[in-house]
């Protein structure tokens, strides 16, 4: 664990560069220009399990976000929090349909997709089903398919979409895809079968709040 | 696939019995004393893949909500939409990091431990991964402990629980504990290692709102 430079009453995230919940709570803090101090926690050595961070988040997972003297967890939650704090730019639309579906969609990746393919889940997979790498790999593949699948049904069905999976401006459902595609090109899988997925996250990806964000533009603090 | 009787209006329930995410969405329903009409598809025998049911939600998943000509998916992003559609009785906070406490309650259970222990991901497990019952439902507890753990600690670390989650009435927090604690029993989980959320759990319980929204209690038309 390493602590960033201290700032008064800087918002805290803990948080790690290629923790794909990092990355959406850092695109939100961004995109409403708020500052913050990072914390990381390097994942690969099991550092979100040390006593201290469990002291912070007793679930042991990242992010977390220390403001006003209160712990959040649950990067969702955490975004929201965000939105609510500084309304502008909104993360959300106004009208109510409109919410659930970009809150819909964002939970379609956060609830369905995600914990599925965690760190934690293929070290299971490994050590307690006895699986190899090419079955883990197959496994993240699978749920990733089928997410991206459900998704870019869901853009090409929806008259909301534009420049972003929600009209000309990014919310918390572009927040929530891009880290998740990030990591699925990681694994292999290529976006060229999902079209409308590919054109939003290209177009996230040229706007400094989501590349400032990327676990390969990081700071040494950050990372 | 199964139509209860048709009202006018009335809001239009995809959900299944024995589906924990369809069970958050009823318990919501009823305490906000909201008029709908269930549509059971039937997940033992796969009818939430039904191409006419894709058509209402292509990831194929339950729970949807058909209202005012738009369907909505992810069973939280509902409950928040019925909570702005119908304010009274809130089921969330006031106060923004209140809200994010219980949000995050919620994603604890809805993002990190229900899609864990799914249908989908135990026949994953049984047919890619080659692992037996036995297997699948160490691998299931295994998670429900976890989280049962961090969600405990969350509780008795905060000031804010009362008879529920978070202080005197119910929120969104005790709608994704409470058919996650059912779902945890009926696999064999004793409670017993986690009293705060048994204690909430079995007070919730005692209300018509989670009662009349339990499998085991619904009509031959919702089940």
Redesign the interface.
């Given at each position: 664990m390493r602590d960033a430079n201290r700032l008064g009453n800087a918002m805290k995230l803990h948080a790690y560069g290629r923790s794909s919940a990092s990355f959406r709570v850092r695109i939100a803090l961004n995109l409403k220009g708020l500052s913050y101090e990072t914390v990381s926690h390097d994942l690969t050595r099991d550092e979100q399990r040390d006593s201290h961070y469990l002291s912070v988040n007793?679930?042991?997972?990242l992010p977390a976000l220390e403001?006003?003297g209160?712990v959040?967890?649950?990067s969702?939650?955490?975004i929201?929090?965000i939105d609510?704090?500084k309304p502008e730019p909104p993360l959300l639309p106004r009208e109510?349909?409109a919410?659930?579906?970009v809150?819909?969609l964002a939970?379609?990746i956060?609830?369905?997709t995600?914990?599925?393919v965690t760190k934690r889940?293929a070290q299971?997979?490994r050590d307690?089903?006895g699986?190899d790498e090419q079955?883990v790999q197959?496994?993240r593949l699978?749920w990733l398919h089928l997410?991206f699948?459900?998704f870019e049904?869901?853009l090409a069905?929806s008259a909301e979409d534009g420049r972003f999976c929600h009209g000309g401006s990014p919310t918390i459902a572009d927040i929530a895809l891009v880290p998740q595609a990030v990591v699925a090109e990681q694994l292999g899988l290529s976006l060229n079968a999902y079209p409308l997925i590919s054109r939003i996250v290209e177009g996230c990806l040229q706007l400094p709040a989501f590349q400032d964000a990327h676990p390969d533009n990081l700071g040494r603090g950050e990372a």
């Open positions: 007793p679930q042991g997972l403001d006003d209160a959040l967890t649950q969702l939650a955490i929201e929090y609510a704090k109510q349909l919410r659930a579906r809150r819909a939970q379609l956060a609830a369905d995600h914990p599925l889940v299971r997979l307690d089903c699986q079955a197959r496994w699978h997410s699948r459900a049904t869901h069905t």
